[in-house]
């Protein structure tokens, strides 16, 4: 048996170290040139020295320094690596090994994980409230909006894997689950799997970024409760121009009841060609108007087919503005933040094609750093008709009024990792005798690592 089998590999490791401790040392004393004579500096006597060099640690036999540089992936110098600036596909000793334990993107991921709760305790004056999210508080009592598991890693040095799985009183369901690319030339990103389409502002976000604690009526009437998503394929791209300009276009399934509700829905349709995918095109642009001030515009459109008859087609087209105040110049808390979207929807039915308009604007003030306050108008039309007249809409047939929704509400931040919402409304049906009052009282709760929400 060798003496490297015999030996505990906890010593050989403390030894290893002992060794590189002393060869820097030593180094480190021949760079340094002798003290004056006129220093005042003491030089140690014999018996410190003969200290030390009892102390000195134990010197290592060949199998262990073969050991050593094994564990080092190569040859070593003194016990040192010769270079760690080489690619990983440099000759042996040249490199770091491409597997390094524990770092992320390599072979064994890092992986960032948080769940997000969100519930409500709610109080309405109707027997049937109008509300349309998914997620929203929907009934008197408690409500479990939502329990989300985020999931993020660096899979390699070419894509990244990220999913949003949502926890719901009776079920679980993948909201999201894609792969983004890392390593494309150009200024070009690809996205595969299932994830939110980037039409709008709001619709590619989680309900734990809304400033509001339900849905704008908007997104639920346009494009279903768990707002628009899909499988397929999407390709962005940074443009070169002097401002922030970015171009993105996808194409995902157009079925769906909650995320494609303006689309094939429910419908089993099957894909024959590109025309049976919902295609959608969104521009962005940033401008910095001053340090502290900056403005988000956004044009987005999305087509696909609807099932009221062959080759029949829905087409969206929306606009948003986005305008942020945050000092920075300054120390301060203040966030000011001003948001409008709305949405165009034309769509073709048997002997007509029927046009609507949804829309929301809103604002928030953080004024200290706990503290924030938040106001909403959302506004609906009826579809109408080629005619000009209110026509029958075959999703909402008694959507034959305007509708109008004015909400407001108080959020308090314990702490960066939890939020309580206080939120009142006033929702106006036309169609309904009277307006129907809400009231939500809102918890969330973070825990683990979440990464950063976008601009």
Do not use: C
Not at 127 to 146: C, I, M, T, V, Y
Not at 196 to 216: C, I, K, M
Not at 295 to 311: D, F, K
Not at 406 to 424: C, G, K
């Amino acid at each position: 048996m060798s003496p490297v089998s015999r030996r505990p590999r906890a010593a050989l490791v403390v030894a290893s170290f002992m060794v590189l401790l002393s060869t820097a040392s030593a180094s480190a004393q021949e760079s340094v040139p002798s003290p004056l004579p006129d220093a005042g500096i003491q030089e140690p006597d014999a018996g410190a020295d003969a200290g030390s060099a009892e102390e000195a640690p134990p010197s290592l036999t060949p199998e262990e320094l073969a050991e050593i540089e094994k564990a080092f992936g190569g040859d070593t110098q003194q016990g040192v690596p010769v270079t760690t600036s080489a690619p990983p596909t440099a000759t042996p000793g040249g490199g770091l090994p491409l597997s390094i334990p524990g770092a992320a993107g390599s072979g064994t991921n890092l992986l960032d994980m948080s769940f997000i709760l969100d519930l409500a305790a709610a109080a309405f004056t109707s027997k049937e409230p109008l509300q349309g999210g998914a997620h929203d508080p929907s009934r008197n009592g408690f409500n479990l909006q939502q329990l989300e598991l985020s999931i993020g890693s660096v899979v390699d040095p070419y894509f990244r894997f990220d999913a949003n799985i949502v926890y719901s009183q009776f079920g679980v369901e993948i909201e999201e689950a894609y792969g983004t690319t890392l390593a494309l030339p150009a200024s070009l990103q690809v996205r595969a799997g299932q994830f939110l389409t980037r039409f709008g502002r709001l619709n590619p976000t989680h309900p734990h970024a809304w400033d509001f604690a339900d849905q704008p009526f908007a997104l639920s009437r346009v494009f279903g409760g768990e707002g628009n998503r899909g499988l397929g394929v999407e390709l962005s791209w940074l443009t070169p121009l002097p401002w922030f300009v970015e171009l993105t276009g996808s194409l995902t399934d157009a079925t769906g009841e909650a995320t494609a509700r303006s689309f094939l829905a429910a419908s089993n349709d099957r894909v024959l060609s590109p025309l049976d995918l919902q295609a959608t095109g969104v521009v962005k642009q940033f401008f910095p108007l001053t340090d502290d001030l900056s403005l988000m515009w956004g044009l987005s459109v999305a087509t696909g087919p609807n099932p009221t008859g062959y080759r029949n087609r829905t087409d969206l087209y929306g606009t948003d503005v986005y305008l942020r105040y945050r000092p920075i110049t300054e120390a301060s808390t203040t966030l000011l933040t001003f948001q409008v979207e709305t949405f165009y929807r034309r769509r073709q039915v048997p002997g007509d094609v029927l046009t609507d308009f949804n829309g929301y604007a809103q604002a928030a003030w953080r004024f200290s750093q706990r503290w924030a306050a938040a106001a909403r108008y959302e506004l609906g039309t009826p579809a109408h008709g080629e005619n000009g007249e209110v026509a029958e809409d075959p999703l909402d047939p008694e959507w034959t009024k305007n509708r109008d929704r004015i909400s407001a509400n108080v959020s308090f931040w314990p702490t960066e990792f939890s939020r309580l919402r206080l939120q009142a409304a006033r929702d106006h049906a036309r169609w309904r005798d009277e307006a129907d009052y809400s009231v939500f009282l809102a918890l969330e709760l973070v825990t683990g690592a979440h990464g950063a929400h976008a601009f």
